[in-house]
């Protein structure tokens, strides 16, 4: 007879359970490492056998938890109470379809780490979802909390793995970015603010289709304490909160690029304000911090900025704090970074830019551009970044295993624009990628890689892209 889970927490009895993790990258090892830990019997399933997964096999098995690669499976063993599965396994896959019909339950690691918080102490969750900007916001939410005295760090799909902080750190927030994979399997989060700062069509192969992928995004606000913060310019986002089953007296707040309405946080002529979080109406507005302070500055940046003030203001953070947040922050790499500007013309690595959303607006913010795109399309359509788009390229490279689905789209909709197309798949493709750039710019113009397109097919991931295009970069400005 199997352990009912649903009242589960961290003072729980923990041994009489046996559980299930489906996968053992990084969330997914932290998991069955944390289980182990407090006497779960766990198992480990896992597609994959390199060496990665054997030398974190070889970590768990010292821990006393059994691990089988190559063998996920469709099925799970005998007598399993519970099943933790990791981001990367679809919805819908044999092992959690199993799972489901045998009555098992299927948490996520937001769902562990939540349920595994010391309620007595435990940091409020400060939840940043959407299809782009996640980690730069989310960056900003932990640069303007620390600038604020507080205790606080950034987790989830940035920086340790969520369960390593709520067992082992003592803080007053966490600034938690979380991707539409991970929401799918929790229940019981309750955040004391949550923003979702765009919708636009990405992982639709993860979850079938763009309805799904919105309807997992919409699970981040449920029972959101304090603030449901939504994008005034994405009439999408603020449909969710509207949507949203949330805590009695939480606020939509909203913020924009414009001038804020009440229970906003937008500009005025240079000046970010809050109009949302005014301690006893004293005023109309509060100044958070001067547009200056955004770095590197684009309007999406700005954006971003905005959406991290709202969900600190939130929180109770001065609003010097916000400045002083703003110009403190580091951001992560691979996101509109210059790399160098040659013989007139600038050389700009947003490899992170995996989808059409993200590369649009990376395209947007330049005047002419040589356009470094391609890869892994995950079932996106290009037509409509291309539309978008056109009167801004002078040319485009393309490269990766769905590069053809771009020049289709640019042959529809561009077809005036050069195309080169570099068939190389092996190391070394990225030099003559940018060689064939630099051929084309003209002086004044931006060569951008913005792929709007996943990084596996021919890349380590899309820090690795980024790092081969900047090596590339500075080695063809020393030949």
Known sequence: MTVDVSGFSRTSAWQNLRVVVAGIGTAGFACADVLADLGARVVVLDAGEGAAQRERADVLDVLGVEVVLGALGDTLPSGIDLLVVSPGYRPSHPLITAAQRSGVPVWGELELAWRLRDVTTAAEWLVVTGTNGKTTTTLMVEAMLKADGRAAVAAGNIGNPLVYVVMHEQLDAIALEVGAPQLPFVSSMSPQAVVCLNLAEDHVDHFGSYEQYV?????????????????VADRATEQLVMDADVVEGCRAIGFTLGAPSPSMVGVVEDLIVDRAFIPNRQHESVVLAELS?????ASHQVANALAAAAVVRSHGVRPESVALGLRNFVPAGHRIADVAT????????DSKATNCHAAQTSLLAYEKVVWVAGGL????????LVRRTRDHLRAVVLLGADRALIAEALGRHAPDVPIVEVDRRETGAMVEVVAAARALAQAGDVVLLAPGCASWDMFRDYEDRGEQFAAAVLAGAKS
Do not use: M
Request: net charge positive.
């Open 215 to 231: 309807a997992a995004k919409a699970r981040a606000y449920n029972n959101t304490k304090l603030a449901a913060i939504y994008n």
């Open 293 to 297: 302070d955004v770095r590197p500055f």
């Open 342 to 349: 040659i013989a007139g013309v600038r050389y700009v690595d």
């Open 377 to 384: 399309a995950k079932g996106q359509s290009f037509d409509e």
